[in-house]
């Protein structure tokens, strides 16, 4: 079984649904569920994505990757 991506696990600890998440950092909810996933690589997300990701969550970027 594939370990939580930071992504998940940061989510789940602020009790975000993803349609949460995706809502405050402007990102779809099926963008959101690839990176979880693992099925899009977040490191290859643009700064801005990452930012409002890192701004939704309260986090630093570097704990998103």
Known sequence: KEPLS??????????????????????SVRTLQDYEQGKRDIRKSSGIVLFNLSKALNCKIEDLL
């Open 6 to 27: 930071n992504l998940k696990q940061l989510r789940e600890a602020k009790k975000m649904s993803q349609s949460d998440l995706a809502f405050k950092s402007s990102i």
